[in-house]
């Protein structure tokens, strides 16, 4: 992306150097089941897109937190619905798990 990564971005390399230095990190996948059962990152809490409107409440809404999906579409989506509620400190994973996995 030209210009830097938007303030609510994270790559995909800078999670996985943070989980290996042992920090606690909460995670949201937004995937659906059977996506989630090819792999998730580990310790990533899972919470389809379309049912975040009734489980929103089980994401902390003053921490940091990082929404991950396939591609970084869903994640997006769910940032800015998180954000619409008030939750603060969102992140989405860019590139998704496809870029995970390389």
Partial sequence: MPGGLALDTILPSEIKERL???EQLTIIDVREDEEVAAGTIPGAKHIPLGQLPER?????QAEEVIL????GNRSGRALGYL???GYKGLKNMTG???EWED
């Fill in 20 to 22: 290996s230095r042992g």
């Fill in 56 to 60: 929103h409440t089980e994401i902390p």
């Fill in 68 to 71: 991950v999906c396939r591609s």
């Fill in 83 to 85: 954000e619409s509620l």
């Fill in 96 to 98: 998704g798990m496809l």
